[in-house]
């Protein structure tokens, strides 16, 4: 049986991820912060939940013990460097070999060839700015978390996610490398399938070293790709097929 700790469980893409973890008949350890332990109730006696900061060192060594996957969802919260701090921590205690996969937003850029609209980067800015002003949000530490990830020589994939939707599942999102191809246009997923592809990620080797933009695969951009038999740029869909 997989064991497969969660850091970040108990918000609403955390949940879901447990939820698709469970239904996979996986072992699961949950982290999140002391006062959100009750938002997993509904996994009491399922799950073990280690309480805690995502970014306290020694509550991410405990729980990532004798895990075979990681999920983590780099959230951005303050400006104590909450998101890389997170990032360490996992890199540095997950057990070798396992598989690592970590959540962000189209904003996170590996190679610099991802084409973003003036729209989107204007909004990105003012949310940088803003963040910082109001000391909630740290968008740059994000940056840096996954700048660390891309370092590494773990087995590691990081998935930039779209606008997201509530919603029930409309299926594993289809996928390309760089933002701006058209695949991804419509932007938008519902969470659960975002949750979804996170979980499903820790068994495709295909992903390893990869950051893959996604998109909802029941989206006009993804059906309409799936029908003129385009390729994707120079990337490629995991399970892509409209469903």
């Avoid at 990105?124 to 740290?138: A, E, S």
């Avoid at 289809?174 to 996170?198: C, K, P, Q």
Wanted: hydrophobic letters at 40%.
């Amino acid at each position: 049986m997989m064991r497969v700790c969660i850091v970040g469980a108990s918000g609403k893409l955390g949940q879901y991820m447990v939820q698709h973890s469970l239904d996979r008949g996986y072992e699961v350890v949950g982290v999140c912060r002391a006062r959100s332990v009750g938002k997993l109730d509904v996994f009491k006696g399922r799950i073990t939940v280690i309480p805690g900061a995502t970014n306290d060192r020694q509550v991410v060594k405990k729980a990532v013990a004798g895990c075979d996957g990681v999920l983590t969802v780099l959230v951005p919260w303050g400006l104590h460097q909450y998101s890389s701090g997170t990032a360490q921590a996992v890199l540095d205690y997950a057990p070798p070999g396992a598989r690592l996969i970590f959540s962000c937003g189209w904003h996170i850029t590996r190679d610099g060839l991802d084409v973003y609209s003036r729209n989107f980067k204007a909004v990105v800015r003012v949310f940088t700015r803003l963040g910082r002003l109001v000391r909630i949000l740290d968008i740059d530490d994000q940056v840096e978390a996954c700048r660390r990830v891309f370092a590494g020589d773990t087995r590691w994939t990081v998935v930039r996610g779209s606008d997201l939707e509530e919603g029930d599942s409309q299926g594993l999102p289809v996928w390309s490398r760089h933002v701006g191809d058209s695949v991804l246009e419509s932007n938008i997923t519902r969470r659960v399938d975002y949750a979804l592809f996170m979980v499903e990620a820790l068994e495709n080797d295909g992903l390893i070293h990869e950051a893959p933009a996604i998109v909802g695969c029941r989206t006009a951009s993804a059906i309409a790709h799936a029908t003129s038999n385009r390729p994707v740029g120079d990337s490629t869909t995991a399970d892509a097929a409209v469903r």
